[in-house]
Structure formats: structure tokens, C-alpha cells
């Protein structure tokens, strides 16, 4: 199995509201990964975890909060998000401890009204 | 932090002829140099990918160059087809940190 599955492919949410991504991964991978895409731009890192402690956030807005439950989930709460929080929110998961490749998922299309 | 430069943003070729794709980056400690080809409302797919101790890499119709001194590498793509034609962006990576360059979106006339 070589997928990293995320929910829900699609989400409108509203500025006062509270939603969550969510990323699956079985392929045994210790490091998760979010990156934020607009659109015709290239993924950006927005957090990475690695053994489920977070490792690297990229001086992200708190209404975005990373949560790693255990090695095979990761999550992305979302709270008072701006218009401009509207993109493409991209899951991928690695080896950790190794430099290697990042599988992604599919993505989670945000639209913030 | 890494900055990863990508050349050019956009590519038209003919079906049949080759297309390059360049990169450079500036912190010396990256090791790993992925290419991603990216399709409509899809994710990233890993195409081909080269380690700081190699200098070349070809897997098929596709191959990869490393200039470590120049910081530079590339993309080829020889005898191109229609299917060919997506986002391709290439990365440079130390452990988990991972940063993309630009993009470039190839366009494969028939």
C-alpha cells in the first residue's frame, strides 16, 4: 500500500468556523508532512513531523494547528481562517531519519468565504 | 533557509523532441534532488530523483543531472509525448526539510 489518503477532498468552511483535515498513511513512514498550494505556485511547508513530534513549522498563522495522533494519522485544525487561507492543503508522508521521498496525497481543496 | 530557482515557468515542445528543465539551489547541505510531475487536481508525483554523490541518473525516456560545484542540476526528456504534459517542479531536500522550486508547466503539441 503506497497511498496517503486525505479528507475530505473538498471543504467550504466559513471565517468563525472549526474544521479538520485528515491524512492516512500505512506505509510505515515516521515523518508527515502539510504543505499549503495556491494556486499555479509550488507547495509550500507549512509543518513537518518526525517519530509524531513536531519538528519543523514554518512560522505558521496559529489558526492553523498541526496534530499527529499516532504514526499513521496526521491532522490539520482549522479556526478563524481568512479568505486567503483558500488553497490546496497537501498531506505526504517518508521515511524519517532518511533523506527520501515524499509521497503525497491527493489533497484537501480549502475555500474560505 | 534553502531557495530552490526554476527554469523556464513555461515549455512548448513538439511530440518527438526533447525538453529541459533547470534548477538551481543555494545551501550546500542539500543532498537530494527530487523531480515531481504534478497533473490537474492531483498530487505530486515523485519522477525521478538523484543523491548528492551521483551526478547522473536515467531511468528510461527521463533523466537527471547534478552539478554539485555550480549547485545546479537538471531535467531531460527525451522523445516527448502529449501525456508528458503536466507541472513539473523540481525540490532539493536536507532530511525532512523539503523545498520546491517554481514550476514549470510543459505543454506537449501532437
Known amino acids: 500500500d503506497t497511498e496517503v489518503t486525505q479528507t475530505p477532498k473538498h471543504l467550504v468552511m466559513g471565517m468563525t468556523n472549526k474544521k479538520s483535515l485528515k491524512c492516512e498513511q500505512h506505509m510505515g513512514h515516521r515523518a508527515m508532512y502539510w504543505y499549503k498550494q495556491k494556486a499555479k505556485k509550488p507547495p509550500e511547508l507549512m509543518f513537518v513531523y518526525s517519530y509524531e513530534k513536531l519538528s519543523i513549522n514554518e512560522s505558521v498563522p496559529s489558526r492553523f494547528s498541526p496534530e499527529c495522533p499516532n504514526s499513521s494519522l496526521l491532522n490539520l485544525h482549522l479556526h478563524a481562517l481568512q479568505p486567503e487561507d483558500s488553497a490546496l492543503y497537501l498531506c505526504a508522508s517518508s521515511q524519517a531519519g532518511f533523506t527520501g521521498e515524499l509521497f503525497f496525497g491527493e489533497g484537501s481543496r480549502l475555500t474560505v468565504l | 533557509g534553502e531557495n530552490v530557482e526554476q527554469h523556464p515557468s513555461t515549455l512548448s515542445v513538439q511530440e518527438g523532441d526533447s525538453a529541459v528543465i533547470k534548477c538551481t539551489y543555494s545551501d550546500s547541505a542539500s543532498n537530494y534532488f527530487p523531480w515531481y510531475k504534478q497533473e490537474l487536481g492531483k498530487g505530486p508525483q515523485l519522477i525521478i530523483d538523484?543523491?548528492?554523490?551521483?551526478g547522473e541518473k536515467k531511468d528510461q525516456r527521463i533523466a537527471v543531472t547534478l552539478n554539485k560545484t555550480a549547485k545546479h542540476f537538471s531535467l531531460h526528456i527525451t522523445e516527448t509525448q502529449p501525456e508528458d504534459s503536466a507541472v513539473y517542479f523540481c525540490a532539493a531536500s536536507i532530511y525532512t526539510d523539503m523545498r520546491f522550486g517554481a514550476g514549470t508547466r510543459l505543454t506537449v503539441k501532437p
Open positions: 538523484i543523491r548528492s554523490n551521483v
